[in-house]
């Protein structure tokens, strides 16, 4: 174990993992009820790259989130209750009902907000960043990028993106200024290897996505998005990097077990495609390497899942119980 991942370091990304996993699971389930409305993604064996990345923030950064944003959310430190309580449209959500599953924010932790709009986050990111630069403050914004329909941006100053969003001229734009105004800024590709239904390589001619940074002298660096601690030690190395020097750009190469939405039968991939890639289950994987090197028990693992449960088990009941927003304040928050 090397020196800086901590025991509670380990627990920490253990645990939101696990989190991060049944929260999805159980969102799914819930949709199939009739009792979330409007559309979801789900991001579920994508864990590692939220997980890994923003435990390697400080309290002080920002985070973009994409419309496969939940994990992202719940590893900055969310209130799950309330997340939960968003996605079944009620006024004790986050976006008290009124944003859903696409729309996750909080202000005091850091989370700006997710973005439905492929690509959207990226030029506000980018702005999130301009503004800690010109106060002075050592924070960093992360941005996630997802896949979208074949495009898709998302975050910046900590940016993650995926490889859909790569194809934005907003997010070319955003790289130009970022890079122009040597803003303190980590753009983060997710590339779960499908935009919506199409694969990459029906969509690129050079896959290597972390060529995108290139022709505005930004430095890329590629990683096994289901690694949590190759993950965590790239942007731990990144953060350090933009504080310093500017933006920098990580491409984390993961797989979106679940479908690209709620409605999606998987009709464009074999089952043998999305098996081979369970057998890489991030949080399996990191089960194993805590296990062979004794770190934790097995009890302790099963224990921490367990714990897990019951947390979603009571977000689930506390947006099940909570009000429906009254038609009263709908055109509250309405800026225009």
């Known amino acids: 174990m090397k020196p800086e991942y901590s025991k509670e370091l380990l627990a920490e990304m253990w645990k939101k993992l696990n989190l991060a996993r049944e929260f ?12 979330v409305h409007g559309t979801t993604h789900l991001g579920i064996g994508e864990e590692a790259t939220a997980v890994g990345s923003i435990l390697a923030l400080k309290p002080q950064d ?3 989130g994409t419309h496969r944003g939940h994990s992202q ?9 309330h997340m939960m309580a968003e996605i079944l449209a009620k006024e004790t959500g986050v976006c008290k009902g009124k944003g859903g599953s696409m729309h996750i924010m909080a202000m005091d932790k850091g989370i700006l907000g997710a973005n439905g709009i492929v690509g ?4 506000i990111a980018t702005g999130a960043a301009y503004s800690a630069k010109l106060r002075g403050t050592e924070q960093v914004t992360l941005a996630f990028f997802g896949d979208s329909a074949s495009n898709e941006r998302d975050r910046i ?16 734009e955003a790289l130009n200024l970022a890079a122009l105004w040597k803003l303190p800024i980590l753009f983060v590709c997710i590339n779960n290897t499908y935009g919506m239904s199409t694969p990459i390589a029906k969509a690129m001619h ?18 096994d998005g289901n690694h949590v601690l190759e993950v965590y030690d790239a942007v731990s190395e990144a953060r350090e990097y933009v504080l310093e020097n500017g933006p920098m750009m990580v491409v984390e190469n993961t797989y979106r077990i679940s479908g690209h939405s709620k409605s999606d039968g998987n009709l464009y991939r074999s089952k043998e495609e999305i098996n081979a890639w369970k ?24 224990a921490a899942v367990k714990e897990a449960a019951a947390v979603i088990d009571h977000a689930v009941e506390y947006g099940k119980a909570s009000k429906n927003p009254s038609v009263d304040d709908v055109f509250d928050d309405v800026y225009a």
């Open 62 to 64: 920002y985070v973009f």
């Open 157 to 172: 100053t900590a940016v993650f993106y995926g490889d859909g969003a790569s194809h934005e001229g907003a997010c070319f």
């Open 120 to 123: 959207g986050e990226i030029p």
């Open 279 to 302: 057998e890489k289950c991030p949080i399996k994987a990191f089960r194993s390497y805590l296990a062979e090197r004794r770190l934790f028990t097995e009890e302790e693992l099963d």
């Open 206 to 223: 050079d896959t290597d996505l972390s060529k995108r940074a290139y022709p505005f002298g930004i430095p890329s660096k590629t990683v």
């Open 24 to 35: 999805e699971t159980r969102v799914q389930w819930l949709f199939s009820m009739g009792l």
């Open 73 to 81: 959310a719940i590893a900055k430190g969310i209130d799950i209750d």
